[in-house]
């Protein structure tokens, strides 16, 4: 039987492996619960950014193949091609968000997950809408078997009437054996077809309207099995 080829912009490196992707993927979902209990209000976020790297190597995971970021306050407003403001404090009552892309062995890691720190509604509310919409999308994928287009639609969408905005400099890419970049650099939002599992980083970033603060979460691609 002749197997159809991979489109471009899903293939992968020798090195690929399913096992291997779903270590990476795992192991950064940890690294970022470990992190993110470390942080604590009065920490200034270049302190913040130091512990991520401290932990993932210790965590054995001592590679990133992009910078490790951890934004607090405004700068969560920030894409992340945007330097942060320096001295930045995380407050009594804020929101602050990890960003980190840890190598293991072969395989690429990529998380993003935001927090809330004292009784701030509105950024609890932004926190957990980052998360929520991501699986809407993620259900609309497995669903409808939507394009990358169609998945970023509907998250604009859907996070207008929550009331955000939606970054669309931060629209989802590759993830695979390293490095994706020599395989495929361009965005999720931008792909004509279906994305497969295990190939994509579904990247939601909202944006408060007034310009207060932002939220930010991400994973890998995958079936429902794979949330607890």
Same mark, same amino acid.
């Given at each position: 039987?002749?197997?159809?080829?991979?489109?471009?912009?899903?293939?992968? %490196?020798?090195?690929?492996?399913?096992? %291997?992707?779903?270590?990476?993927?795992? +192991?950064? $979902?940890?690294?970022?619960?470990?992190?993110?209990? $470390?942080?604590?209000?009065?920490?200034?976020?270049?302190?913040?950014?130091?512990?991520? +790297?401290?932990?993932?190597?210790?965590?054995?995971?001592? #590679?990133?193949?992009?910078?490790?970021?951890?934004?607090?306050? =405004?700068?969560?407003? +920030?894409?992340?091609?945007?330097?942060?403001?320096? %001295?930045?404090?995380?407050?009594?009552?804020?929101?602050?968000?990890?960003?980190?892309?840890?190598? #293991?062995?072969?395989?690429? %890691?990529?998380?993003?997950?935001?927090?809330?720190?004292?009784?701030?509604?509105?950024? @609890? $509310?932004?926190?957990?809408?980052?998360? @929520?919409?991501?699986? /809407?999308?993620?259900?609309?994928?497995?669903?409808?078997?939507?394009?990358?287009?169609?998945?970023?639609?509907?998250?604009?969408?859907? @996070? $207008?009437?929550?009331?955000?905005?939606?970054?669309?400099?931060?629209?989802?890419?590759?993830?695979?054996?390293?490095?994706?970049? =020599?395989?495929?650099?361009?965005?999720?939002?931008?792909?004509?077809?279906?994305?497969?599992?295990?190939?994509?980083?579904?990247?939601?970033?909202?944006?408060?309207?007034?310009?207060?603060?932002?939220?930010?979460?991400?994973?890998?691609?995958?079936? /429902?099995?794979?949330?607890?």
């Amino acid at each position: 039987m002749t197997m159809t080829p991979s489109p471009a912009s899903e293939r992968v %490196g020798p090195a690929f492996s399913v096992d %291997g992707m779903l270590l990476a993927r795992n +192991k950064t $979902r940890e690294a970022i619960a470990d992190i993110a209990a $470390r942080i604590r209000p009065g920490m200034v976020e270049e302190d913040a950014v130091r512990l991520a +790297k401290q932990t993932l190597i210790d965590a054995g995971m001592a #590679l990133s193949w992009h910078p490790t970021r951890v934004r607090f306050g =405004a700068n969560t407003l +920030k894409s992340m091609r945007q330097r942060s403001a320096p %001295g930045v404090v995380l407050g009594e009552e804020d929101i602050f968000f990890l960003d980190i892309a840890p190598r #293991l062995d072969a395989w690429e %890691g990529d998380g993003g997950q935001s927090y809330t720190v004292g009784g701030h509604a509105d950024q @609890a $509310r932004c926190a957990r809408d980052a998360e @929520a919409l991501f699986h /809407d999308v993620r259900r609309v994928w497995l669903r409808e078997r939507a394009s990358g287009q169609e998945l970023y639609a509907y998250a604009d969408r859907l @996070a $207008r009437a929550l009331g955000w905005e939606l970054n669309f400099d931060l629209p989802g890419h590759r993830v695979s054996d390293f490095p994706h970049a =020599a395989i495929h650099t361009g965005s999720l939002a931008d792909l004509e077809i279906p994305p497969s599992e295990m190939r994509w980083i579904l990247e939601i970033h909202l944006r408060d309207p007034q310009g207060r603060f932002g939220a930010f979460f991400e994973d890998m691609l995958l079936g /429902d099995a794979h949330y607890a």
